[in-house]
């Protein structure tokens, strides 16, 4: 068990390291996201997006990140955000009627 | 109504990558008009990236296959590997993303499947890694684990077993089954995909012959075509047989089918 959780450990830093990589930002910033996916979960991290303290650049990243991976149908946006997208798309394509 | 979904998705989809990759939107618009749209993170080269976008999307895939492998590992805390797809994922995840070494890696599992450890046992140069047979042995007999699936990426981008993945999985098998340890399935990793020996039903019969633990050099260079890639089937002689009949598959329950090679 305390193997799973070293592995664990090890993926959350590289997840973070890859984002670090991916947005070119400083070291505290990757500290950061490796911090809040860790203590949320890489689900619930999306998830609640906005309730951490990025700088708007870093948080515009992440979102767009957030994005990609709700494209590809991962469940990580605000349930209300992606009820929402979806009904506005639905409706844009029938016209817009309501 | 479907459609309409996916168009959804894919309107983000795109969105995300233009923002993350610099690639303009009304390129990725037009390619996913006549094509799926995630082809693009596959095979990054259709949509023409310049160097730096297509190193972006090179860290992406990585995070991508990162997360997945987090939420599986978060669903229950631990992995269970209990088919190829499965092993297959999993591996991509830790090995998917490596082009500048050899990487060979093995999965020690309990009766249940679940895994009680996994090791990085050998890392070589760009083309080649040397494993250690008495390396993995130690490492299984250390967890006491029931059965184990290997692995190994191709930096080269080959999907295809060579014939030292060949002779490996040989000697594994064949050094295990006394043991009542099974190797279940040698996963190559080449990019984002995986090659399951198992799937392929070509991992070989344990063969006394094949027990040996000298060093096997990896390398994706010679690789063995599908349709030679019967290992020691058809040349079993009465040895064989006999060590055939200790070579046993106890794994637990409705997780005993999927592995059935």
Known sequence: MLQDITIKQKDYERASQLLGRLFKVDSDITEQISRCIQYNGAEAFFKNLESFDFSADVFEKLDAVRLVLFGMGEEVMPELVANEIRTQKIDSTEGGAK | ????????????????????????????????????????????????????????????????????????????????????????????????????????????LDSGNNIIETRTLSEGSIGEAVVYPRMVLK?????????????????????????????????????????????????????????????????????????????????????????????????????????DSMYFFEQDGEEEEEWEI
């Open chain 2, 139 to 243: 490492a299984a007999l250390d967890c006491d684990c029931k059965s184990i699936i290997l692995a190994h990426n191709h930096p080269g981008g080959s999907l295809n077993p060579s014939i030292q993945d060949r002779d490996i999985t040989e000697k594994l098998v064949s050094i295990f089954a006394p043991l009542q340890i099974s190797v279940v399935d040698h996963i190559i990793i080449a990019n984002i995909n995986y090659y399951s020996m198992a799937e392929k039903g070509n991992i070989p019969l344990p063969s006394p012959k094949s027990i040996s633990y000298d060093a096997v050099p990896l390398s994706d260079g010679k690789t063995v075509r599908e349709e030679t890639m019967g290992f020691n089937a058809g040349t079993l002689d009465k040895d064989d047989l006999e060590m």
């Open chain 2, 1 to 108: 109504m479907k459609k309409k979904y996916d168009e959804a998705y894919a309107s983000n989809f795109i969105k995300g990558l233009t923002r993350l990759i610099g690639i303009s939107e009304n390129k990725l618009k037009k390619y996913a008009a006549e094509n799926n749209l995630f082809n693009v993170l596959e095979h990054p080269n259709i949509i023409e990236p310049n160097k730096q976008q297509l190193e972006k999307i090179h860290v992406l895939n990585e995070f991508i296959s990162t997360y997945k492998l987090l939420k599986l590992q978060e669903k229950e805390n631990k992995i269970v590997l209990n088919a190829s797809t499965v092993a297959g994922e999993y591996f991509v995840s830790l090995l998917g993303g490596i082009k500048d070494k050899e990487k060979f890696m093995a999965a020690f």
